[in-house]
């Protein structure tokens, strides 16, 4: 009886979150767009989150030149699918509202080459090849064991040798990949203009001055304030009401 309510109550949901994404799109399309986003953000408060939802709902703020919130919802999106072509389209344009410029310092070196080859694939993928790499040091060592010809016996062996290396090595990454996405914590500036402290406090020394839009690292918290780094580098502490969480 229990499991019958759930999927009554799961398929209700589900409904009413569709229904709800076609009225906001309706809304959407007669340039209702405030309108548009309560429709949009009552799916999010019910928990039912989706790559299309964001994006619609970051152009119905793009509509309202609303920076910071367009742009937190396409990388919302673009968190749920890396590969939405239109929500990086689109997340482009809203970038181009920013007022901040901020250079990105370029990395360099074999640190960078690990990092952009782990990051082509996920944690759990990597997890995935490294099974698959498993299942056929397996294959190899069953082969090696039967088999009595001397020249199998010897491709076999190779056969488990590679495949233990290509374990090793995915078991690895998969850890390397993990370790990138823990630490990776961006966030959005929120404020319309906030002065980043050298220290968690207000009378601390100014660093440095961000507007909204602009997306930051958060690399420490402590009680209301948020250390956060941008992509020259440069470090800072502003409160956590300054800013929106993307993870």
Do not use: C
């Given at each position: 009886m229990k499991n019958i309510l759930y999927i009554f109550l799961l398929f209700t949901?589900?409904?009413?979150?569709?229904?709800?994404?076609?009225?906001?799109?309706?809304?959407?399309?007669?340039?209702?767009?405030?309108?548009?986003?309560?429709?949009?953000?009552?799916?999010?408060?019910?928990?039912n989150h989706s790559a299309e939802v964001y994006f619609n709902l970051g152009n119905a703020y793009y509509k309202l030149n609303k920076v910071a919130p367009s742009i937190y919802n396409y990388e919302k999106a673009l968190l749920l699918n890396p590969n939405y072509g239109e929500?990086?389209?689109?997340?482009?344009?809203?970038?181009?509202?920013t007022i901040d410029e901020i250079k990105p310092i370029e990395r360099v070196g074999f640190g960078k080459t690990v990092d952009d080859f782990t990051s082509q694939y996920t944690f759990d993928d990597w997890g995935k090849i490294a099974i698959g790499f498993s299942v056929v040091f397996l294959l190899f060592f069953v082969a090696y064991y039967f088999f009595s010809n001397t020249i199998l016996k010897r491709i076999f062996f190779i056969g488990m040798f590679f495949a233990l290396i290509g374990l090793v090595f995915s078991v690895s990454f998969a850890v390397s990949e993990k370790s990138r996405v823990e630490k990776d914590k961006p966030a959005i500036i929120f404020a319309e203009r906030i002065t980043a402290?050298?220290?968690?406090?207000?009378?601390?020394?100014?660093?440095?001055?961000?507007?909204?839009?602009?997306?930051?690292?958060?690399?420490?918290?402590?009680?209301?304030?948020?250390?956060?780094?941008?992509?020259?580098?440069?470090?800072?502490w502003i409160s956590k009401e300054a800013l929106k969480e993307i993870k």
């Open positions: 949901q589900v409904f009413w979150a569709q229904n709800a994404f076609e009225k906001g799109n309706a809304l959407y399309k007669k340039d209702k767009f405030q309108e548009a986003i309560t429709e949009y953000e009552s799916i999010l408060n019910s928990k929500a990086k389209n689109n997340l482009r344009f809203a970038q181009n509202m402290k050298a220290n968690p406090k207000e009378s601390a020394k100014d660093s440095f001055t961000l507007h909204e839009g602009t997306k930051v690292q958060i690399l420490e918290t402590s009680n209301d304030w948020r250390k956060i780094q941008l992509a020259d580098e440069r470090v800072g």
